[in-house]
């Protein structure tokens, strides 16, 4: 309260408690100014010259709205907030459909992609890969081949392959009640024109140069060439050809290249031409093989060619042949008969 | 009922509290009004900006910072807007920013506070000087004695330095406060000469 008392002129007109007792008078019985005025301070002709300003600063023609413009801007106000309110709930609605509908298209293409889709294995030239199908089937892919499936696989009810190339199957048996069949106990492989139903079992499929063949290892299979063409159930050791709507069936163990031996990195031939075996390598290792005289190409080969590698198949069969092997541009090998003295 | 103060007040409506923001509207209305109003002479113009700053207020209330002076608050808002009003100059042909540097403020000596002090002839003369202030001084003076800001929410709210608020206030006081200073007969010369500058001639007189 002393403090006051050095208040100056401007001191006084800087104080906002000063101006709201000069404005709004005593605030209660121990109002703070209304007590130092009646102490009779020092100051007390500044005190009223600062009163006076103020008191003269104030009194300005006042500037009041009428109480209904007041309630009328109010009410648009209000207005105008409902109205934003309402369209907020309604983009938000457009949001929440656009969203769902962006989400329903994303799902739906996702679930046609995934149903469609196909999973594919390629093996290069010289390469052999092992893959293992979902429901734990073995597919042993030999080189320059593919083999297709649906990503879906499970969704697809019947288990279904595709065969481009040569293949070892070892299909697992699902099938409990040899009576009743479920489609999704059967495994289809399809080769060319040809189809392998199969219900658990090993067998290989050769599918190259226009010709499918079937070798049966162990099993019983079914191979056909449509729903309405008649279906031939093979035995272990049997073995069907298709080529040019021919078909032929045979012995495994009477068929000049013996379908297994690739497995083990092997051709086993038996009386086989030379012309076939060139055909065999072209088809594991890609590049050609020229014959210097041609009719090389009739000669018939009995024996067992180790295929570890592209070069050791080659000069294997150069040996065999008592040839000399010179190699050309773009995987050429020019065979050419060695003469003898 | 202990009067809510402004902090619980703006909480409250920033809370999303309708009746909070009612009061708001209440209490300062005619607080903008008046202010609006000194500034443009244009009472629809004015109406159509206070109410465009509360329903901005409601809108983007989840972007407001939780403040202690509302009235500031207001005043600065709805003064952007008149500003923003004059310069788009769409609705409102006649006015131009220039408008915008008026401040209409009228010294009435027939107010109850005059009256109540028996201090007609002393506040005639102050009144004559008032009326002479420039429109920013009479906007210092209306901002600070009767919407009570601070020197601090003036310089923001006129865009302007604290130093500035001070020496506006200053100048006007530093005239006035001779006013107060002289004896009743110079009041009584000075009035018969009034509408020469009094702010100059006071101290003129003096020497």
């Given amino acids: 309260m002393q403090k006051f008392d050095d208040y100056s002129f401007d001191d006084f007109l800087e104080d906002i408690s000063f101006i709201r007792f000069v404005k ?95 999973i594919i294995i390629q093996t290069g030239f010289g390469e052999q890969r092992s893959v293992t199908l979902p429901d734990n089937s073995i597919v042993k892919l030999n080189a320059n081949s593919a083999l297709r499936y649906p990503r879906a696989w499970r969704i697809h009810g019947v288990r279904e392959v595709w065969l481009n190339g040569e293949a070892f199957f070892r299909v697992q048996h699902l099938n409990k009640q040899p009576q009743q069949v479920k489609p999704s106990e059967r495994f289809v492989v399809h080769a060319g024109v040809v189809q392998v139903q199969v219900l658990g079992t090993e067998f290989n499929v050769k599918s190259r140069r226009n010709h499918v063949t079937v070798s049966l290892t162990k099993g019983k299979i079914g191979v056909s060439t449509g729903k309405n063409n008649p279906q031939f159930i093979l035995a272990p050791g049997e073995a069907v050809r298709y080529q040019d709507k021919k078909i032929v069936r045979t012995a495994i163990n009477r068929m000049n290249n013996q379908p297994l031996a690739w497995t083990k990195n092997q051709m086993i031939v038996n009386g086989i031409t030379v012309a076939g075996i060139i055909e065999n390598y072209e088809d594991t290792y890609g590049g050609h093989i020229i014959l210097e005289n041609p009719a090389l190409g009739n000669k018939r080969i009995d024996g067992t060619i180790s295929m570890t590698s592209k070069d050791a198949t080659i000069y294997m069969l150069a040996n065999l042949l008592n040839a000399t092997v010179e190699p050309r541009n773009n995987g050429v090998y020019y065979i050419k008969l060695n003469h003898v003295k | 009922m202990e009067q809510m103060n402004d902090q619980q007040l703006w909480t409250l409506f920033l809370q999303g509290d309708q009746q909070a923001y009612h009061d708001i509207y209440a209490l300062y209305y005619q607080n903008l009004y008046s202010y609006g109003l000194r500034k443009v002479n244009e009472p629809e113009l004015v109406r159509d900006c206070i109410q465009d700053l509360f329903v901005n207020l409601w809108s983007g209330r989840k972007n407001l910072n939780s403040t202690d002076n509302i009235k500031y608050y207001l005043l600065a808002s709805l003064k952007n807007l008149l500003i923003r009003a004059a310069t788009q100059n769409t609705r409102w042909q006649g006015i131009d920013a220039d408008t915008l540097n008026q401040f209409q403020l009228e010294f009435n000596l027939e107010s109850e506070y005059i009256r109540k002090e028996n201090m007609s002839l002393q506040a005639k003369a102050l009144m004559d000087a008032l009326d002479q202030l420039t429109p920013r001084q009479k906007e210092v003076l209306y901002l600070r004695y009767f919407e009570e800001l601070s020197f601090e929410e003036i310089a923001d709210l006129l865009d302007i330095s604290v130093r500035a608020v001070y020496k506006l206030g200053y100048r006007a006081i530093d005239a006035l406060k001779l006013i107060l200073n002289l004896p009743k007969s110079d009041i009584l010369m000075l009035l018969a000469t009034y509408r020469i500058e009094i702010s100059l001639s006071a101290g003129h007189f003096l020497r």
Avoid: H
Wanted: charge should be positive; include cysteine.
């Fill in chain 1, 24 to 118: 709004n008078g005593p605030q209660g019985n121990d109002d703070v100014w209304q007590q130092w005025v009646v102490s009779n301070p020092p100051n007390l002709d500044t005190y009223s010259q600062a009163r006076r300003y103020i008191l003269t600063a104030i009194s300005i023609t006042p500037v009041k709205d009428t109480e209904e413009n007041r309630s009328a801007v109010w009410a648009k106000i209000n207005s105008r907030i409902a109205r934003q309110a309402k369209i907020a709930v309604m983009t938000k609605r457009i949001k929440i459909w656009s969203y769902s509908a962006a989400a329903a298209l994303l799902l739906f293409a996702c679930g046609y992609w995934y149903v469609t889709s196909q």
